[in-house]
Structures are given as C-alpha cells and as structure tokens.
C-alpha cells in the first residue's frame, strides 16, 4: 500500500500561483511516476502533468509554460507550480502514484484531492 497526502491547495486570484505538494509513504518502489490530474465539475478528471522517477515530464497542453512539475526522490515528494493561474484552472487536483512491482505489475494509488480555485 503506499499511502498519498496532498497539500498546497487553496484560492487565488487570476495571475496568481500556487504550490501543490504530494508526500507517498508506504511500499514504494524505486521506479514510479508520479503526477496531478485534476476534475472540473461537469468534466472527467485528465491529466496535468507528470514526472516519472527518472525525471521526465509530461504536461497536459494547457498548462504547459505555466507549471512546473519536479520530484525530490530521497523524501519521495513530488510538487507542482503553477503560475498564471486562470479560472479554468478551478479543480480538484489528484496527486497520482504508480508503484511498478515485480513481474511487470503495477498499481495506481490516488490522493484525496485538494482544491484549487482561481477567482477574482
């Protein structure tokens, strides 16, 4: 089990930035990714953006040169900036484990999501 606690969330006003962090304990692997997605009322839950335990990343095309995702492998964190935030940034976001074991089997483990809200 690997256990996921988010925090960082909170309201800001368009323009501004917010600092989203995500701390996994339990069975972790040394190889993982690890990422946000978030939901919009009324919308599925897509992805944000991700970095994998050997530091590449993938952002979703709307948030790219806005946010920033990296990870710190020896606290097994993984934090997200965001800046120039927009209204349409307003979700929950998800922190996203994927624990890879042996035998080629691997596991997804979600956060409780925290919520962001961008409004003037």
């Known amino acids: 089990q690997v256990q996921l606690v988010e925090s960082g969330g909170g309201l800001v006003q368009p323009g501004g930035s917010l600092r989203l962090s995500c701390a996994a304990s339990?069975?972790?692997?040394?190889?993982?990714?690890m990422g946000w997605h978030r939901q919009a009322p009324g919308k599925q839950r897509e992805l944000v953006a991700q970095?994998?335990?050997?530091?590449?990343?993938t952002y979703a095309v709307s948030v790219k040169g806005r946010f920033t995702i990296s990870r710190d492998n020896a606290k097994n964190t993984v934090t997200m900036q965001m800046n120039s935030l927009k209204p349409e940034d307003t979700a929950v976001y998800y922190c996203?484990?994927?624990?890879?074991?042996?035998?080629?089997?691997?596991?997804?483990?979600w956060g409780q999501g925290t919520q962001v809200t961008v409004s003037s």
């Open positions: 996203k484990h994927r624990t890879y074991y042996s035998g080629g089997i691997y596991k997804d483990y």
């Open positions: 339990g069975s972790i692997s040394s190889i993982n990714n």
């Open positions: 970095v994998t335990s050997g530091g590449a990343t």
